[in-house]
């Protein structure tokens, strides 16, 4: 069972608001379905959207951000638990450490770096868990572009497709993680 649900999404106050309104239902789900959010720990943007709805829906917050985040004034310092790392990539290890399945949100570089971060690994064997991108109003189309290009030119292979889930709405993040059944795929070298 999926319990800790480690969820990457923007830090940014400009995005469009469809992007909050997406962000808060997540939160509201994940707090009625009983499940811990694992993020980054951000007050502001997406984050701060998600956070602040588990926790107006009775749900447990786990942020987890690098001192020199918290020094700017910018940690959701009401999480239920805050952890303070050393740097990014200690932060990044205690989420991926902490979390049972993984979803991204709309994002800049660190959401698709963390997310591509635990798909590489998944790809690489070091673990099983879920991995889902949250395609709300076609947000990651032009990424699943690029990976369409990776499989056409044999960069990766095509059945590595098995090891993620795209999804339209927060809902069916959930309808995913209830069925989720590890992939069995071939090993990473052709």
């Known amino acids: 069972m999926h319990q800790a649900i480690c969820v990457y999404c923007s830090s940014s106050d400009a995005v469009a608001r469809t992007h909050f309104a997406v962000a808060e239902e997540?939160?509201?789900?994940?707090?009625?379905?009983?499940?811990?959010?694992?993020?980054?720990?951000?007050?502001?943007?997406l984050m701060g959207a998600l956070a602040k709805s588990v926790h107006q829906h009775g749900g447990r917050v786990v942020g987890v951000i690098p001192e020199f985040l918290r020094l700017k004034e910018i940690a959701y310092e009401d999480a239920d638990e805050l952890i303070v790392t050393r740097d990014m990539r200690d932060r990044k290890a205690e989420m991926e450490a902490r979390a049972d399945a993984f979803v991204a949100l709309p994002g800049g570089f660190g959401t698709l770096e963390e997310i591509l971060e635990v798909l590489t690994l998944k790809q690489l064997r070091?673990?099983?868990?879920?991995?889902?991108?949250?395609?709300?109003?076609?947000?990651?189309?032009?990424?699943?572009?690029?990976?369409?290009?990776?499989?056409?030119?044999?960069f990766t292979k095509r059945e590595y497709c098995l090891f993620y889930q795209v999804v339209k709405e927060p809902a069916e993040v959930f309808a995913h993680l209830d069925n989720y059944q590890p992939p069995a795929v071939a090993k990473k070298w052709y």
């Open 126 to 154: 070091t673990h099983q868990k879920p991995i889902v991108l949250l395609n709300s109003g076609g947000f990651f189309d032009r990424l699943l572009g690029v990976f369409d290009q990776l499989y056409e030119q044999n």
């Open 26 to 45: 997540m939160g509201a789900l994940l707090a009625q379905r009983k499940k811990t959010l694992v993020y980054g720990g951000g007050s502001i943007g």
